[in-house]
């Protein structure tokens, strides 16, 4: 029904920047929620920010609040994170994920699954 397909990741110095892309297929998606997480070794799946496709409409972690910014192009069926000042602890593999209905944070909620890219922040 849904595919989705994250590019973008690589290796950037903190305080950097990164703009990571999620290429969405399938069904329409006026009723859906895209989300951003992300997977550090050792660590918890983590909520990074979500968008409303049908409104814009946009939520985001406090770790990520004014440095990260989510948007989405319904023309091209993408979802973008945006990323600046990053620092260490953003080091991750970032995942695009959606469902449909309303925002969550949580990601069992969640139905489908991007195969990640990773985001390796240096220095």
């Known amino acids: 029904q849904v595919q989705l397909v994250e590019s973008g990741g690589g290796l950037v110095q903190a305080g950097g920047s990164l703009r990571l892309s999620c290429a969405a297929s399938g069904r329409t998606f006026s009723m859906y929620t895209m989300g951003w997480f992300r997977q550090a070794p050792g660590k918890d799946r983590e909520f990074v920010a979500a968008?409303?496709?049908?409104?814009?409409?946009?939520y985001y972690s406090d770790s990520v609040k004014g440095r990260f910014t989510i948007s989405r192009d319904s023309a091209k069926n993408t979802v973008t994170l945006q990323m600046n000042s990053l620092t260490l602890e953003d080091t991750a593999v970032y995942y695009c994920?959606?469902?449909?209905?309303?925002?969550?944070?949580?990601?069992?909620?969640?139905?489908?699954w991007g195969q990640g890219t990773q985001v390796t922040v240096s220095s």
């Open positions: 968008i409303k496709w049908s409104s814009g409409n946009t």
């Open positions: 994920a959606s469902r449909r209905g309303v925002v969550s944070t949580l990601a069992r909620d969640y139905n489908h």
